[in-house]
């Protein structure tokens, strides 16, 4: 199995309390009814006690002996995920310097954006192709307005959080591990794209 592939299978959600965010079941929580964590988002497993069975036997569930098994993702949140995750992408993609692009590396742009030679094998047309030639274009027109559009894009996502001294610690541990794990992204991306795969065919998985 490649890295790239390696990578991608180890990008695996866990599932976790939705009252606490623990990824432990049955009791312990601190804000769950009766002490009890609950999964609301595994449909395998009871989400009181974690078995895999149905009908009654669940020492866990709080208020009967029903094991209870959790539904799917919400679709408008992981629609919300996905279109953020390809949206951070681009971005990621604009803010890159050109001199990383892979377009660059095998001589088809100079060090300004400029097409200096024609891809003639798949791998060259591929680090050219019409998405990235988009950005590249996009890239060039707004210059250092790009700076400007990062500090906006992160004042915005400050103004819309509140501040919570309770929880404080837990929402930057939460987001700590979400930049990682966008960061784990970014490098599988960066692998694809060198092994010849397009922005465009990355744009496809990402809206998937």
């Known amino acids: 199995m490649s890295l790239l592939c390696e990578k991608a299978k180890n990008l695996t959600l866990t599932s976790r309390c939705m009252y606490c965010g623990s990824s432990s079941y049955g009791k312990g929580c601190r804000f769950g009814p009766k002490g009890t964590h609950f999964h609301a988002d595994d449909t395998t497993k009871c989400s009181y006690c974690s078995s895999r069975d149905f009908g009654k036997g669940c020492r866990m569930n709080p208020f009967s002996d029903l094991h209870l098994h959790g539904i799917p993702y919400n679709s408008m949140i992981s629609e ?6 390809r949206n951070h992408t681009l971005l990621h993609e604009l803010l890159k310097p050109l001199h990383e692009y892979n377009a660059y590396t095998l001589g088809i742009i100079d060090s300004v954006g400029r097409k200096i030679k024609e891809p003639i094998n798949e791998v060259e047309r591929a680090s050219y192709s019409p998405l990235t030639r988009t950005l590249i274009r996009v890239k060039r027109y707004l210059g250092s307005k790009l700076d400007l559009l990062t500090h906006t894009s992160l004042l915005e996502g400050s103004s819309s959080s509140t501040y919570n001294q309770v929880n404080h610690k837990q929402v930057l541990c939460v987001e700590s591990n979400i930049r990682n794990k966008i960061n784990e ?7 694809a794209l060198k092994d010849g795969i397009t922005m465009e065919q990355i744009d496809d998985i990402l809206q998937k």
Do not use: A, D, W
């Open 80 to 85: 919300k995920l996905k279109n953020m995750l």
């Open 185 to 191: 992204i970014y490098e599988i991306i960066e692998s």
